[in-house]
Nanobody
Framework: QVHLIESGGGLVQAGGSLRLSCAAS????????MGWFRQAPGKEREFVAA????????AYADSVKGRFTISKDNAKSMSYLEMNSLKPEDTATYYC???????????????????WGQGTQVTVSS
C-alpha cells in the first residue's frame, strides 16, 4: 500500500505558475510509475502528465504540453508537477497517482493506476 499526499495547489492569476508536489509513503519511487490527473466540476478525471520509473521519459496531455513539466525524485519519494502559463481552463482538482513499474513505459489512463492521492485544488482566475 502506498499513500500519496498532494500539496502546492492554490489560487493564481492567469499566466502565473504553481508547483504541485506529491509525497509518497514508499521508501523509494524507483519502482513506481507516477502520473498526474485532474478533474474539473462536472467532468471526468483526465490525464495531465506521467513519467516512467526513472523519470527519463514523460508524456503530456496536448492541453498542457509546453506549459507543464512532470518530474520525480525517487530517493525522496516525491513527484512534482511544475505548471507555468496557467489558464482558467486549468482550474481543477489535481491528483497524483502511482503504479508499480513492471516495464519502462508510462501510462496515461486512469484505470492503469493503483494508488491515488486525495487531490489538491488549483484555481486560475482570469
Amino acid at each position: 500500500q502506498v499513500h500519496l499526499i498532494e500539496s502546492g495547489g492554490g489560487l493564481v492569476q492567469a499566466g502565473g505558475s504553481l508547483r504541485l508536489s506529491c509525497a509518497a509513503s514508499a521508501r523509494t519511487l524507483g519502482t513506481y510509475i507516477m502520473g498526474w490527473f485532474r478533474q474539473a466540476p462536472g467532468k471526468e478525471r483526465e490525464f495531465v502528465a506521467a513519467n516512467n520509473w526513472n523519470g527519463g521519459t514523460a508524456a503530456y496531455a496536448d492541453s498542457v504540453k509546453g506549459r507543464f513539466t512532470i518530474s520525480k525524485d525517487n530517493a525522496k519519494s516525491m513527484s512534482y508537477l511544475e505548471m507555468n502559463s496557467l489558464k482558467p481552463e486549468d482550474t481543477a482538482t489535481y491528483y497524483c497517482a502511482a503504479k508499480p513499474a513492471l516495464s519502462n513505459n508510462y501510462y496515461t489512463r486512469v484505470y492503469d493506476y493503483t494508488y491515488w492521492g486525495q487531490g489538491t485544488q488549483v484555481t486560475v482566475s482570469s
